[in-house]
């Protein structure tokens, strides 16, 4: 079983900002997967399908992004999920627009939802598909920039790099991390 998050602000008024990129990447994924994404439990939106012969569980948390370690604790508990199966999907304003990065461990870095998340489970030893959005302007607070919307220009860079990393996933799925890093972390 893989449990698959993604990290994001819930309600209407966060939905399309660069902060909510793990919630369009599971919504993306599970469109394609013919998932529902309409339980809630453990303070998540829930969804659970195959893939292939692979039980998945996706998981929105709606506890607001810094508190998305309350959310991945409980239902890594309740599934029993063996952390190197847990994936966590994010934005991450050090990589380009467009782009996505896969890697099977880590830090956090700046990122405030995953310091909640590697705190609560006390390691970082599982495997996470950071979405770039692009460094902020400089004149413009790191709050303010990943609750805004993507611009004209961007949107087309979004929508590719949300098709990729839902690729990945499913790669990371039936072949495993080093394939899917080797097939998604090129260089554009």
């Not at 607001?64 to 959310?71: C, P, T």
């Not at 956090?108 to 489970?121: Q, R």
């Not at 609750?147 to 990371?172: C, G, Y």
Request: aromatic share 10%.
């Amino acid at each position: 079983m893989y449990l698959i998050a993604g990290l994001g602000n819930p309600g209407d008024k966060y939905r399309y900002t660069k902060h909510n990129v793990g919630f369009m990447v599971l919504d993306y994924f599970a469109s394609v997967h013919n998932i529902s994404i309409s339980k809630i439990k453990h303070k998540a939106l829930l969804g659970e399908g195959l893939i292939g012969e692979e039980k998945v569980v996706l998981a929105k948390p709606q506890t607001f992004m810094n508190l998305s370690g309350e959310s991945i604790y409980e239902l890594v508990n309740w599934y029993k999920c063996d952390i190197s199966r847990l994936i966590v999907v994010y934005d991450d304003v050090d990589i380009d627009t467009g782009r996505i990065r896969i890697r099977p461990e880590g830090s956090s870095g700046t990122h405030n939802g995953m310091k909640s998340i590697i705190y609560l489970l006390q390691t970082d030893q599982f495997p996470r598909i950071r979405v770039g959005i692009g460094k902020q302007p400089d004149y413009m607070d790191l709050g303010d920039y990943v609750l805004s919307r993507f611009s004209d220009e961007e949107i087309p860079l979004m929508e590719e790099s949300v098709k990729n990393a839902s690729l990945a996933i499913e790669e990371i799925i039936k072949n495993g991390i080093n394939s899917a890093m080797n097939r998604y972390n090129r260089e554009k």
